[in-house]
């Protein structure tokens, strides 16, 4: 090897020494290891590596293989780190410095503290100083410290060297598919990426991590076998057929065959069970499981509905043992009744059963109750104001029921610090309550409604990782993660209606009735069923009309008539809804549904007869709230029944407290939780790449016997 080259290699491997010091290397267990001696060897105590690696308690035995990742003492040097712990011993090729430096050496200073200054060894100072090869170093002495090149070595060199590599996000993984191909846990792959962000789960395509290098035969091709008795008149070709093994495969495995000339009957042979797959693992194939604290292999195959010998032959880690924090693979058509967010398996976790009463969330309330231009002393005026403006109706509706919520989980032992403020729907009052408010240690906001001032306090809270609910809008230009839309989005309504059509379907006649202003609704349920008839209603100031001759050419009289009515126009719908009515009959059998259910159809003027004879069928975010437990605590506060919108406080509210007592962080709440529901709305929180958190969750309702219900899924 050329000197040049050496010199350089040398060098590299020098500062990989003087590196790993300040890094935090792995150490994969060996049999027998306990925490105790790990933390020994690396001069840490047992609290700095469970701090490290939180899937991993106190008094629980180390399997072997488990990777761990090492809070290395940074006042440790190499020289202390004893056993395999060490760096790997170098062997230093001569290298000649590039100048010197003349040191004085001053009162009780060492050699340790010289060469440490000066960033050389202490070897270094002895060559170019050996007076020191007989003598102590003494107060005045002048010393030559020799100074060397500075090697900087590119991030790929380091990592190689430190036992990782960077790895590079391909499309459609997730953090679960690459923890699961590393055979690391989710907290061990954060602590080796501390920009990973910890409000959400993303991870964008070609994003690089850094990563444990896998040590020899990577885990992806390890081998499991099966003992098989060899029935009379066994050949190896039948053998290769039915296990795909060859015979120089099997002769190598059991060497009594040729031993013993053949095959024989009774024979006993070791047989390659499953060769795991070395295909890409990502969401387009395999859903996760993250095994949980104290999850035994009985719960764990009756939580998945697999057996164990599945989950053997695809994650055959799971040999040596479950571990809390490993990553499990399934295939995608395994799902059956689990719960599948982002492709990670959710637990079915009872949120009342599962509340930690030393959690004590912090949340600040953002309403427009706009106070500043009610006078309070005068009652009858303040009241008619209040009855009068629709804002105001809502506000308080959403607020009377926060309160009940906050009583509710007062008597589940929950203790909640509050602060409400009123934004009086202005967006410069929204900015001075964020300067005044010490937004540190918050635990979620619930508001503000208006968008500018929604905005502005998602940016502000974004800076904190302040998860901000919006209790009224659906959607908006806002592009933070931290923001929670709460209401469903008028697209999840419409496809959850043209879904819940298709499944209920055979045969029927499909028709489509639409406003100008509904061209794209009408085009959406095209796209599903692309034989339905479609008719546009012809609008005008002074005329509604629907061409009932051209509308009567569609119907038929062999099949049920489905017709969707697209309009937000209350006198359309007035009109369509009695001539459908009126063409109902038994020869022509109709039924309505809309993908768009606004104000038009709560309008006065529309017949709930009418409604009621058609099935009328929409998707909705709210149920009409039952007699619970909800409704007698308000009226027996308020003397009143709950509106929507205080049904929609309590729900709100009590979800996002239920949540934060069972752990106080929303974000890492949301992507283990499924589907939760209340008196008369659910949650399913659906994490956006580019815009925050978004309800997915909605119901199916329609008028039947002059009562609205609810379509219950079958």
Same mark, same amino acid.
């Given at each position: 090897m050329p000197y040049k080259l050496v010199w350089i290699v040398t060098l590299l491997l020098l500062f990989s020494i003087h590196v790993s010091a300040q890094q935090n290397p792995i150490h994969k267990v060996k049999e027998g290891e306990t925490l105790e001696n790990i933390a020994k060897k690396y001069k840490v105590t047992p609290y700095n590596i469970l701090s490290f690696n939180k899937e991993i308690k106190q008094g629980q035995t180390l399997l072997p293989n488990t990777i761990l990742v090492i809070p290395l003492n940074p006042n440790a040097t190499n020289e202390e780190v004893s056993g395999d712990a060490k760096t790997e011993e170098v062997v230093?090729?001569?290298?000649?410095? =590039?100048?010197?430096?003349?040191?004085?050496? %001053?009162?009780?200073?060492?050699?340790?503290?010289?060469?440490?200054?000066? *960033?050389?060894?202490?070897?270094?100072?002895?060559?170019?100083?050996?007076?020191?090869? $007989?003598?102590?170093?003494?107060?005045?002495?002048?010393?030559? =410290?020799?100074?060397?090149?500075?090697?900087?070595?590119?991030?790929?060199?380091?990592?190689?060297?430190?036992?990782?590599?960077?790895?590079?996000?391909?499309?459609?993984?997730?953090?679960? $598919?690459i923890a699961h191909r590393y055979g690391i846990t989710i907290d061990s792959m954060l602590v080796l990426n501390p920009q990973l962000s910890k409000a959400n789960d993303n991870l964008a395509e070609g994003q690089q991590l850094k990563l444990p290098r896998p040590e020899g035969v990577p885990e992806q091709v390890v081998q499991l076998y099966q003992s098989y008795t060899v029935p009379a008149k066994q050949t190896f070709y039948s053998l290769e057929k039915e296990f795909g093994v060859t015979s120089a495969e099997l002769m190598k495995l059991n060497p009594e065959i040729g031993e013993r000339g053949g095959l024989k009957e009774g024979m006993v042979l070791r047989i390659p069970q499953k060769k795991v797959s070395t295909a890409v693992v990502n969401t387009d194939n395999y859903i996760f499981y993250e095994v949980k604290p104290k999850q035994t292999e009985y719960s764990l195959t009756r939580n998945l509905d697999v057996t164990y010998r599945d989950l053997l032959d695809l994650n055959p880690e799971l040999i040596n043992g479950l571990k809390a924090g490993m990553i499990l693979k399934l295939p995608k058509d395994k799902t059956g009744d689990l719960e599948v967010k982002n492709s990670l398996i959710l637990d079915k976790i009872n949120l009342l059963d599962s509340i930690n009463t030393m959690n004590r969330p912090k949340l600040l309330v953002l309403l427009p109750f706009r106070l500043d231009r009610i006078d309070i002393n005068d009652k009858d005026k303040a009241t008619k104001i209040l009855s009068k403006d629709r804002i105001s109706k809502s506000v308080l509706g959403l607020y009377s029921g926060t309160l009940v919520a906050l009583d509710s989980i007062k008597k589940l032992g929950i203790s909640v610090d509050v602060k409400v403020f009123d934004t009086e729907l202005s967006l410069n009052k929204s900015k001075e309550i964020l300067l005044k408010e010490n937004l540190m240690g918050v635990s979620a906001i619930i508001g503000p409604l208006n968008p500018h001032s929604l905005k502005e306090v998602a940016v502000q809270a974004s800076n904190y990782q302040i998860p901000v609910i919006s209790p009224i809008a659906s959607e908006s230009d806002i592009s933070l993660s931290n923001v929670f839309f709460s209401k469903p989005a008028d697209s999840i309504l419409r496809d959850r209606m043209i879904s819940y059509v298709e499944n209920k379907r055979t045969d029927e006649n499909i028709i489509v009735i639409y406003g100008v202003s509904h061209e794209a609704s009408k085009n959406k349920i095209l796209q599903h069923f692309p034989l339905a008839s479609s008719i546009e209603i012809s609008e005008s100031e002074k005329n509604i009309s629907l061409d009932i001759d051209k509308f009567k050419t569609f119907l038929s009289e062999e099949k049920e008539n489905w017709v969707f009515v697209e309009t937000d126009n209350f006198k359309v719908v007035s009109s369509v809804i009695s001539i459908l009515n009126s063409t109902n009959t038994e020869e022509s059998k109709i039924r309505v549904f809309t993908t768009d259910y606004n104000s038009a159809f709560e309008n006065n003027v529309i017949s709930n007869t009418h409604l009621s004879n058609l099935n009328f069928c929409y998707p909705s975010v709210y149920r009409n709230a039952p007699n619970d437990s909800f409704v007698k605590m308000y009226r027996k506060r308020f003397g009143s029944t709950?509106?929507?919108?205080?049904? %929609?406080?309590? *729900?709100?509210?009590y979800d996002l407290l239920l949540k934060l007592a069972y752990k106080n962080n929303l974000f890492e709440v949301s992507s283990v939780i499924g589907e939760t529901e209340y008196t008369g709305n659910k949650f399913n929180y659906s994490k956006d790449l580019a815009s925050g958190y978004f309800n997915t969750s909605s119901y199916i309702m329609k008028y039947e016997d002059m009562w609205v219900k609810e379509v219950k899924p079958e």
């Amino acid at each position: 090897m050329p000197y040049k080259l050496v010199w350089i290699v040398t060098l590299l491997l020098l500062f990989s020494i003087h590196v790993s010091a300040q890094q935090n290397p792995i150490h994969k267990v060996k049999e027998g290891e306990t925490l105790e001696n790990i933390a020994k060897k690396y001069k840490v105590t047992p609290y700095n590596i469970l701090s490290f690696n939180k899937e991993i308690k106190q008094g629980q035995t180390l399997l072997p293989n488990t990777i761990l990742v090492i809070p290395l003492n940074p006042n440790a040097t190499n020289e202390e780190v004893s056993g395999d712990a060490k760096t790997e011993e170098v062997v230093v090729v001569q290298q000649e410095p =590039i100048g010197f430096t003349t040191h004085k050496v %001053r009162k009780r200073e060492t050699l340790f503290g010289i060469a440490q200054r000066y *960033d050389v060894t202490q070897e270094d100072i002895k060559k170019y100083n050996k007076e020191l090869y $007989s003598i102590q170093l003494k107060k005045g002495m002048r010393l030559q =410290i020799p100074k060397f090149p500075e090697v900087v070595l590119t991030e790929e060199e380091l990592l190689n060297q430190q036992g990782f590599e960077v790895y590079t996000v391909q499309p459609k993984e997730t953090r679960w $598919s690459i923890a699961h191909r590393y055979g690391i846990t989710i907290d061990s792959m954060l602590v080796l990426n501390p920009q990973l962000s910890k409000a959400n789960d993303n991870l964008a395509e070609g994003q690089q991590l850094k990563l444990p290098r896998p040590e020899g035969v990577p885990e992806q091709v390890v081998q499991l076998y099966q003992s098989y008795t060899v029935p009379a008149k066994q050949t190896f070709y039948s053998l290769e057929k039915e296990f795909g093994v060859t015979s120089a495969e099997l002769m190598k495995l059991n060497p009594e065959i040729g031993e013993r000339g053949g095959l024989k009957e009774g024979m006993v042979l070791r047989i390659p069970q499953k060769k795991v797959s070395t295909a890409v693992v990502n969401t387009d194939n395999y859903i996760f499981y993250e095994v949980k604290p104290k999850q035994t292999e009985y719960s764990l195959t009756r939580n998945l509905d697999v057996t164990y010998r599945d989950l053997l032959d695809l994650n055959p880690e799971l040999i040596n043992g479950l571990k809390a924090g490993m990553i499990l693979k399934l295939p995608k058509d395994k799902t059956g009744d689990l719960e599948v967010k982002n492709s990670l398996i959710l637990d079915k976790i009872n949120l009342l059963d599962s509340i930690n009463t030393m959690n004590r969330p912090k949340l600040l309330v953002l309403l427009p109750f706009r106070l500043d231009r009610i006078d309070i002393n005068d009652k009858d005026k303040a009241t008619k104001i209040l009855s009068k403006d629709r804002i105001s109706k809502s506000v308080l509706g959403l607020y009377s029921g926060t309160l009940v919520a906050l009583d509710s989980i007062k008597k589940l032992g929950i203790s909640v610090d509050v602060k409400v403020f009123d934004t009086e729907l202005s967006l410069n009052k929204s900015k001075e309550i964020l300067l005044k408010e010490n937004l540190m240690g918050v635990s979620a906001i619930i508001g503000p409604l208006n968008p500018h001032s929604l905005k502005e306090v998602a940016v502000q809270a974004s800076n904190y990782q302040i998860p901000v609910i919006s209790p009224i809008a659906s959607e908006s230009d806002i592009s933070l993660s931290n923001v929670f839309f709460s209401k469903p989005a008028d697209s999840i309504l419409r496809d959850r209606m043209i879904s819940y059509v298709e499944n209920k379907r055979t045969d029927e006649n499909i028709i489509v009735i639409y406003g100008v202003s509904h061209e794209a609704s009408k085009n959406k349920i095209l796209q599903h069923f692309p034989l339905a008839s479609s008719i546009e209603i012809s609008e005008s100031e002074k005329n509604i009309s629907l061409d009932i001759d051209k509308f009567k050419t569609f119907l038929s009289e062999e099949k049920e008539n489905w017709v969707f009515v697209e309009t937000d126009n209350f006198k359309v719908v007035s009109s369509v809804i009695s001539i459908l009515n009126s063409t109902n009959t038994e020869e022509s059998k109709i039924r309505v549904f809309t993908t768009d259910y606004n104000s038009a159809f709560e309008n006065n003027v529309i017949s709930n007869t009418h409604l009621s004879n058609l099935n009328f069928c929409y998707p909705s975010v709210y149920r009409n709230a039952p007699n619970d437990s909800f409704v007698k605590m308000y009226r027996k506060r308020f003397g009143s029944t709950p509106d929507q919108y205080a049904t %929609r406080g309590f *729900d709100l509210a009590y979800d996002l407290l239920l949540k934060l007592a069972y752990k106080n962080n929303l974000f890492e709440v949301s992507s283990v939780i499924g589907e939760t529901e209340y008196t008369g709305n659910k949650f399913n929180y659906s994490k956006d790449l580019a815009s925050g958190y978004f309800n997915t969750s909605s119901y199916i309702m329609k008028y039947e016997d002059m009562w609205v219900k609810e379509v219950k899924p079958e």
